[in-house]
């Protein structure tokens, strides 16, 4: 049987899964590799495992009867270098983009380059120290100054692992264009900043995302980063412009159809661009709102004395509507502080769990449309996607709705879309079949 083999390596799980020429997934393998220690004592992934996993899977699964591959790609997390010496060898540890940043760094930095704001803005970036990966570099260069001279070639991940099969150092958009500081994206090239700082002779050539090598009659592509990867089979699948709204611990509202350029306003208020795989900003909003979910359910389960997953069985109920009070009007008076930085009404004054359930999430989702209209502003966007976690939750896709009465709301299931999305960006180049129509499905969400 053709077909494509992806390596999908997130910051917990590794995995790898084959798709068939529909993208049916057809085998697939997870593992979890432990953490190393860096020089100063903070976890960071095992290159070095990952890289001997990549090599020992690919010739495994090469040698198999079952499987006949003809196209490897990846997708993994942004925000992370890995350093090759002069002979090409890997050097150094992957370091955790949640390491702290010497703020003495940073400060220094953005004393030589000017203001914060205004480099975030021209970078699309808002500052998050090393999640700014192009400080990893700055940090590197000025706390370890022998290691970053043995330094001959930075990769980001993605990179990194195709790299690893086929020896050919590149740079690549998704990667460069995702919260790094690196890319001025009014210009569509590096920063100023990143020249004068003599790391532009660090990065290789810049290809395009659905570009290949060929490799052992294996078609073999340069990588993407996985959020920017999980974006493409909404791309493929939909002409009509449409916002996805893509739920978990964060819920980010993407939209690739809002070409104006990065406000400063909108960068405070949580608002960043990435470059999708035809090298085009996708301005994007984020908000916390998994977590606040997460933490507000944990308190109505216990007050309630409720299980964990008893909110699953809530149904949306109308007779509660009358009685839910807004988080942004004079209600606000009423609201619970919480960890999440969300202010929410305070829903013990319910008189049972379900209603207590619907006030949390009416609240949710009233964050939620604040966040998402900061991408909808003076777009054509008729249709909103919600993916992940919050796509099952009756409640909050009835509120969401209800939020927006005027458009097209669906809740939309993709298996793997990161995966998914690095096997797409190959298919002229190893599939000879149509992509399939309904890679995505949906279900449209009615009053």
Known sequence: ????????????????????????????????????????????????????????????LK????????????????????????????????????????????????????????????????????????????????????????????????????????????????????????????????????????????FPPIVPSNNFFEREEMKIGVGLHDSSAALIPYLFSFQTPFVLISTGTWSISLNPFNRTVLKKEELKQDVLAYLSFDGNAVKAARLFLGAAHEEQLSHINTHFKRGANDYQSINFNANYLNNLKSCFGEDSKERLETSSGLHLIDWRACNSFEEAYHQLLFNLVEHQKKSTDLVLHNSPVDCIFVDGGFSHNQLFMQFLKRQYPEKSVYAATVAQA?????????????????????????????I
């Open 63 to 202: 040698a198999s009867s079952e499987y006949s591959i003809k196209a490897i790609n990846f997708s993994g997390y942004g925000a992370s270098f890995v350093y090759l010496d002069q002979e090409g060898k890997q050097i150094g540890p992957l370091y955790n983009y949640l390491k702290p940043l010497n703020p003495s760094i940073h400060q220094t930095f953005f004393r030589k380059y000017g203001d914060e704001v205004t480099i975030a803005q021209e970078t699309a970036s808002p500052i998050l120290d090393l999640l700014n990966s192009g400080l990893q570099l700055v940090r590197l260069k000025n706390e370890h100054p022998d290691f970053f001279h043995d330094i001959h070639t930075a990769l980001h991940l993605p990179q990194y692992l195709s790299y690893v099969l086929t020896g050919l150092p590149v740079s690549e958009l998704t990667s460069i264009g995702c919260h790094t500081l690196l890319w001025n994206f009014e210009k569509r090239s590096y920063h100023d900043w990143v020249s004068q700082e003599e790391l532009d002779d660090l």
């Open 1 to 60: 049987m053709e077909a494509v083999l992806v390596f999908d390596i997130g910051k917990t799980n590794k995995k790898w899964l084959l798709f068939n020429q529909h993208y049916q997934v057809i085998a697939e393998h997870s593992i979890r590799i432990p953490e190393l220690l860096d020089e100063d004592g903070f976890p960071c992934d095992d290159v070095q495992a990952i890289t001997n996993w990549i090599r020992s899977e690919t010739k495994r």
């Open 418 to 446: 990161s995966a998914l999305g690095a096997a797409l960006v190959l298919h002229q180049h190893w599939n000879q079949e149509a992509i399939p129509e309904h890679l995505i499905e949906t279900k449209p969400i009615s």
